[in-house]
């Protein structure tokens, strides 16, 4: 702020000091310095008048649900183009939620040898087999899904069923959903869900070249997926290690990047479930300080995933998340922290422990802006901050993306990239629907084509990418976002 | 921040260190460096054990609809301590909304010579007269309203119709206001009904007494009230001007003073419309400056009303907000601003314009955190922002009140008061209410007892109290704060 700001004022203002400060705030803003071409300065115009036209609309999407608001992000002129868009990486994806539940539905539980199981909470487990399963303690009675589809006599309502045991959907979120407990409970129903679908094995590895397919299709050059590595079985019940999905995972992106020379690539962040003791956290860290060395370009990092709220802290892990440094060796941290709006819980200093035990971004961050201290260290050691605007909003953290605090973040030009979480568990896909709330909703009518440049070019510059493979990628990037604006300017 | 968190991390947190930041960061808080006594220690770690529970309760209050919370509030021990201790000054109260709707049915509409009459828009307007009212383009058919009261033979159900009628409750208030349009629209209409009764001279010398009294019922010891110092009229239709009201006000608030020697006083902040045209407005500033020369103990100064997303800008009034500074007469404003979650718009610059008219105080500034250049300003020139959270709720502006933006500026230790702006539409009352919000809900777990301090000495530090008053009613007000400490510590 400039000094003379601080000089008692007269209360007569001068326009144009009015007008510098205006300027001065516009460029503390994400992508506030960037400088735009000709062209993008008419796509910038552009963009400004139609975001201006859809901040009239009642309702505006950004502020009703996710679920609501989907047809009319579909219809805005503004997501058309975002949707053009290059987007560059998308940084925070659970593989367990990467590709449309269409496809699972209408392609994987079509295949042969599906067999379902409802189970006394009414949620279904899928299995593949070559003969009946064998009961298990959560389901009795399994049935070839195709013979109960046959005979249900209405396959398209018993396909949308199943769409509804894959995802959150429902026309009453709020009702529905009355609280982040209840949302959390379906979130990982679904989960487990959809897990004896993917962990078959061949589905596995279609399900991974579809998943990269719908992010190539949403204009997106890259990938780094959060997986746990889970272990996947074959028709006659034989199990593969972590081992062949990280290779199955390696082969698949190689195979995807001969298809679409385009395409930068995709990264695994090994991540484990938060519910696990300290002894499990520290083997399964072991075991990633080991695939890391064995695959250094499939594997980026490691990360703890589940609920923050309900599961243990980032310091209570303290012991396992100190081995690498202990070890003297890297193992690169993409922590999860801070999604949550309990502040001043111990999970509410998951945050800060991220950044004293040298996270490389920060998944969420949703409370970074409650803890002064921590924002100004995220700021300075240029950890990102992996902005989920739907998958907040869906699991109630915030409903009016508007106040999401992000908004902040944003006005301050803090290091952030936008991703999607779950894509599929919430009904969106890729990052477009994502980079729609964060740019209308949370950017406001200031946020223009220099953010959302800036926002695409920290995905490739908060990457786990080296710096080499960083500067051919933006370039490879920069080629795709020329045709962009001259097609869209 | 200190200097050597700069220094590349080594992936080991110290515990020292960390528990060093923690530390720094809670003293940024509101609150977070004032000394406690032992008392106050032992009564802030019983706020503390009680909040911890209340924040596992589902549903939490803060996250609701007021009016879902309110009977939980009211069963809470947090608020009972808060409602016990002494509040310093109300500092953003409405004149229309300042006392409670029951007070309004049970006591104003009983009396004699009151005349109902129903609108086409199914809204209400009442009148006093000594014989039958002449019809209005708005009112055809004036009832007696005690004949009507007895006609309907349930009068109980019939008060219950009329409060309904001047408070915005509702068992489904997502449900019947889905918008931030609609809820204001019904805002102003309850304002327009109770202005038949609030208007009439005799009621409004009780209202204004009574209004203190629950203010003092509440253990609150000062009020400014923004009021548009409407004319009055007696039974006879003959009208007293702006003159009389700014005298009544006075009289009244020297007789409650009288009666109650503790309380330190009301002063009014005169408020017009910003509907009105420049001119008009210029018109009302010089009239401002006229009645705060007549009435120096009485006018504190200047602000202008209405819903500000609808409304005209203080840009757009800058010739007349210019008046005082170019006549070289002080007249000081206590601006609205920043009531909206429209980044980007020209309202959205209001915050900023209201600073550079050097206001003393913010009305709201919900939007201050997305504006750091207005938000520096603030925080330097110690101009403090009226908090209004079950405002901003139940105008839609924020649901669960966790994410109100000023949840970042408690952590950062911006310059705050506490107000209830409408209170009785709100169907609150004083400021317990909107006390337990920004400390239980925005607060959250970390605001404490020397949060609470501050707040409370903030409400006399940033009043428009003369320097040595201000020294006089804070000692007035420690005596209280020693009294409420020792009985509940
Ligand atoms: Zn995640
Ligand atoms: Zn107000």
Chains 1, 2 share one sequence.
Not at 429 to 458: C, H, M, P
Request: net charge negative; glycine share 6%; charged share 20%.
């Amino acid at each position: 702020v400039l000094l003379w700001l601080l000089r008692p004022a007269l209360g007569v203002p001068d326009p144009a000091q009015r007008e510098q400060l205006m300027l001065q705030e516009a460029s503390m803003q994400t992508g506030g310095r960037m400088t735009l071409t000709v062209a993008e300065q008419k796509l910038d115009a552009r963009l400004h008048r139609l975001k201006e036209q859809e901040m009239n609309n009642i309702p505006f999407p950004p502020a009703v649900h996710f679920f609501k608001a989907k047809p009319l992000i579909q219809q805005s002129e503004v997501f058309k183009l975002l949707h053009r868009m290059p987007k560059g990486g998308a940084l925070h994806i659970h593989s367990m939620s990467l590709v449309s539940v269409d496809w699972l539905v209408k392609n994987v539980t079509y295949r042969p040898h599906c067999y379902i199981c409802f189970t006394w909470d009414n949620s279904v487990r899928f299995v593949f087999s070559e003969r009946q399963p064998f009961p298990r303690w959560d389901c009795f009675y399994w049935q070839l899904l195709q013979t109960l589809r046959d005979r249900t006599g209405d396959p398209h309502a018993f396909d949308l069923s199943l769409v509804q045991q894959l995802t959150l959907f429902t026309d009453d979120p709020e009702g529905k959903y009355p609280n982040q407990d209840v949302v959390w409970e379906k979130f990982e129903k679904s989960f487990i869900a959809a897990a004896g679908l993917i962990s078959h094995a061949p589905v596995l590895r279609d399900y991974l070249y579809q998943g990269l397919e719908e992010l190539h299709q949403d204009n997106i050059q890259y990938l780094e997926l959060r997986s746990g590595l889970s272990r996947t079985y074959e028709l006659d019940g034989s199990i593969h290690d972590k081992l062949w999905t990280l290779r199955t995972f390696q082969q698949v992106s190689n195979k995807f990047k001969l298809d679409h020379p385009e395409f930068f690539g995709a990264r695994i962040i090994i991540s484990v479930h938060r519910a696990l003791g300290v002894s499990e956290v520290k083997a399964a860290v072991k075991e990633a300080i080991e695939l890391q060395r064995e695959f250094p370009e499939v594997v980026a990092g490691f990360d703890l995933v589940g609920r923050e709220d309900s599961g243990r802290s980032l310091w209570y892990f303290r012991e396992a998340l100190s081995l690498p440094a202990e070890l003297g060796v890297t193992l690169p941290f993409f922590f999860h922290a801070g999604e949550t709006d309990d502040e001043g819980t111990d999970v509410d200093q998951n945050i800060l422990d991220a950044l004293l035990f040298n996270t490389t971004r920060i998944g969420h961050g949703f409370a970074l802006p409650h803890h002064p201290i921590a924002k100004e260290l995220s700021r300075r050691r240029n950890v990102a901050v992996e902005l989920c605007p739907i998958s907040n909003q869906v699991l109630r953290l915030v409903s009016d993306l508007r106040n999401h605090p992000a908004a902040t973040l944003m006005s301050e030009g803090h290091p952030l990239v936008i991703s999607s979480d779950d894509p599929s568990l919430f009904g969106s896909s890729g990052l477009s629907y994502d980079f729609y709330q964060a740019f209308v909703g949370i950017g406001g009518l200031r946020a223009n084509l220099g953010t959302l440049k800036e926002l695409v070019l920290n995905s490739i510059r908060f990457s786990s990418l080296s710096a080499q493979q960083k500067e051919t990628s933006q370039k490879m990037w920069q080629k795709k976002w020329d045709v962009f604006i001259s097609a869209c300017s």
